[in-house]
């Protein structure tokens, strides 16, 4: 955990196409069934990327010159914000609110804890080097000074993580009954 941040960040990295999503998608709803709440945020590499349906009213006052557009509705906020850079990480991570874990896809030159996400079928090397890793998810059968998880360990990895980032005594901390 990085000091500037009071809530736990765990960036899942790894090459395009390599399953970073499809872990992610694993991990949360394990988590969720253990009381944690999670948030993610997803680093999209093209600056042009559409989050609002082109023709609606939030579209039209965003091409109309509006900054930052937010949409409301029972149960649910989307906030879009137009901006010449890449904002840092920390910035974004100081937006969320009510949750006990953010998953960011992405960010491998930041410093925060990382897993990557190697598999055979893209690459048979990691993109980082495993002194930036916390864990390593994988179908090669790698042998790191860090733990190593195969892509059907979802339950040993989230126990892993409980007690790593979310201050569990054992792994199964939070588990629901």
């Known amino acids: 955990m990085d000091s500037h941040s009071p809530i736990p960040v765990?960036?899942?990295?790894?090459?395009?196409?390599?399953?970073?999503?499809?872990?992610?998608?694993?991990?949360?709803?394990?988590?969720?069934?253990?009381?944690?709440?999670?948030?993610?945020?997803?680093?999209?590499?093209?600056?042009?990327?559409?989050?609002?349906?082109?023709?609606?009213?939030?579209?039209?006052?965003?091409?109309?010159?509006?900054?930052?557009?937010?949409?409301?509705?029972?149960?649910?906020?989307?906030?879009?914000?137009?901006?010449?850079?890449?904002?840092?990480?920390?910035?974004?991570?100081?937006?969320?609110?009510?949750?006990?874990?953010?998953?960011?896809?992405?960010?491998?030159?930041?410093?925060w804890p990382k897993i990557e996400v190697l598999r055979t079928e893209r690459s048979s090397e990691l993109r980082c080097d495993p002194s930036e890793l916390s864990a390593v998810v994988t179908d090669l059968d790698l042998h790191l000074q860090i733990p190593v998880f195969g892509f059907d360990e979802i339950d040993r990895l989230v126990d892993w993580i409980a007690v790593t980032f979310l201050g569990c005594n054992s792994a199964s901390c939070g588990e629901m009954d």
């Open 10 to 111: 765990l960036s899942i990295v790894g090459r395009s196409r390599s399953g970073k999503t499809t872990l992610i998608e694993a991990i949360i709803p394990k988590l969720q069934g253990r009381g944690w709440r999670v948030g993610t945020i997803k680093h999209h590499a093209h600056p042009d990327f559409d989050f609002d349906v082109p023709g609606k009213d939030s579209w039209r006052y965003a091409r109309a010159g509006s900054e930052h557009v937010i949409i409301a509705a029972p149960g649910k906020i989307g906030s879009v914000e137009y901006m010449n850079e890449d904002p840092p990480l920390t910035q974004l991570i100081d937006r969320m609110h009510g949750v006990d874990l953010v998953l960011t896809e992405g960010y491998h030159w930041e410093t």
